[in-house]
């Protein structure tokens, strides 16, 4: 004979069973969307400048931000020059930095690079 009682328990276990089965994926799935969040907001924003003409003939200005990170500096330095050289290969020449500014040391703050570079021929 079917027994109701047991039956319904049974399946209240079953179910029990079920959703302690889905937990562990919910909660890897927060973890998981947290410790992207947490990562995207130490990488920051980074803005560059335009390139710029300088008093001096010849010698250009570029300057880079980033927040976020230990690393920012790093990162607004990278930015910098690589504008600086972009700017001379689109000219059919290469970069030389004379002159490098940095600013920013503290975590979460803005760390800034300001490159002055001359534009030379390719050889």
């Given at each position: ?29 927060r ?16 803005s ?8 001096k ?21 990278e ?45």
């Open positions: 004979m079917f027994n109701t009682v047991s039956d319904h328990r049974l399946d209240r276990e079953r179910a029990s069973v079920a959703q302690q089965r889905r937990r562990p994926l919910f909660s890897r799935g973890s998981l969307i947290a410790a992207v969040s947490a990562c995207a907001s130490l990488v920051g924003c980074i560059t400048t335009d390139v710029a003409a300088t008093d003939p010849g010698i250009y200005t570029v300057a880079a931000s980033a927040t976020g990170g230990r690393m920012a500096w790093a990162r607004a330095h930015h910098a020059v690589n504008e600086a050289r972009d700017y001379c290969e689109r000219r059919g020449m290469q970069s030389s930095v004379t002159t490098e500014t940095v600013s920013g040391v503290q975590m979460m703050s803005e760390h800034a690079s300001s490159v002055n570079f001359e534009c030379h021929p390719k050889f």
